[in-house]
């Protein structure tokens, strides 16, 4: 995989908690940490994408005609199917 160099900006607070990391032995250089925020915000990002998804789908189908004990019961009735209850 190719390496793409980038020059970023911290304030002096934020290079010191940056290097805090790096002396406590969590990480052995700068970008290693950094690689390692932007694949905790990739992997973020994609468990809300795979929540909000669902959840869109339900929200565009519209309102249900189901009572609450319908939907109890069609609930109970998958899982029986399924072996879970």
Same mark, same amino acid.
């Given at each position: 995989?190719?390496?793409?160099? #980038?020059? @970023? ?6 290079? #010191?908690? @940056? %290097?805090?990391?790096?002396?406590? *032995? &969590?990480?052995?250089?700068?970008? &290693?940490?950094?690689?390692?925020? $932007?694949?905790?915000?990739? /992997?973020?990002? /994609?468990?809300?994408? /795979?929540? %909000?998804? +669902? @959840? ?5 189908? *519209?309102?249900?005609? #189901?009572?609450? +004990? ?5 609930? &109970? &009735?998958?899982?029986? /199917?399924? $072996?879970?209850?």
């Amino acid at each position: 995989m190719s390496t793409i160099r #980038k020059t @970023i900006t911290f304030t002096e607070k934020q290079d #010191k908690w @940056i %290097k805090s990391q790096i002396t406590s *032995g &969590e990480f052995t250089n700068e970008s &290693e940490y950094l690689r390692d925020l $932007v694949r905790r915000d990739q /992997a973020k990002k /994609a468990k809300f994408s /795979a929540l %909000k998804a +669902p @959840i869109t789908e339900g929200m565009d189908s *519209g309102i249900s005609d #189901k009572t609450v +004990p319908d939907i109890m019961k069609e609930v &109970e &009735e998958r899982m029986r /199917a399924d $072996v879970r209850l």
